[in-house]
């Protein structure tokens, strides 16, 4: 059996990934892959950047990660209120001007997105979607959108994140995984998610799991940086 630990959406909150990543190691997987946006709106974005850099794992950009990585005027983010888009503005000019040099560097080079094959089955890892780095794949997608995004053949398993929302759906003999958000969950549940994809010959079985853990550092370090507290998970 192949174990496959797939994480994202972490937005410089690295006690919740210190917290996460001591989870999956617990579960002995054999692989671990990160599907972008490690940065943006909480404040260790260069600690989270660095320790993701040390994993030594594919990873994938997100938006945030490019918006920051080349100092670009916007995130990709769809902010759904002019109040969201200026707080969003917020963070990310705060986040442009923390993260060093050398960070928008490793940013810049990460990968647009990650293919596996394990025994004849296509595995593929995104951000948002196959075909656009911001797009959300929410869990209630018409089947019929989801099948259009491949042009050749549709894969075993499709993993993204983006959304901040876990979910696991069958779509024919497709499975689409949201691994919800290491940093910053957005579906109301107490928690940071991750996903573990089990594989054994052709079968594959997903589940998310829940890590739930104090923000000390986070929370003693905010008030100095000026950041709306909106931004707290």
Known sequence: MKKIAVFSDIHGNIEALDAVLKDIENHKVDQMICLGDLVGYLPFPNEVIEAVRDLGIPVIMGNYDQGVGFDLDD?????????????????????????????????QNLL????????????????????????????DRPESSIRRMFSEKI?????????????????????????GSAGRPKDGIPGFTWALIEMEMKEIKCSIHRTVCELPLLRQRFPSTGLPLAFLP
Request: with cysteine; glycine share 6%; proline share 6%.
């Open 112 to 139: 647009p997105q990650y293919l596996l094959e394990i025994d004849g089955q296509q595995i593929i890892f995104v951000h948002g979607s196959p075909r656009k780095i911001n797009e959300y794949l929410f869990e």
């Open 75 to 107: 995130c990709g983010c769809a902010y759904p209120t002019e109040e969201e888009r200026k707080l969003g503005d917020i963070s990310l000019r705060w986040t442009q001007k923390e993260v060093s040099l050398e960070n928008k560097s490793f940013l």
């Open 155 to 179: 894969p075993k398993l499709l993993a993204c994140g983006h959304t901040h929302k876990p979910y696991i759906r069958n779509i024919d003999s497709m499975v689409l995984l949201n691994d």
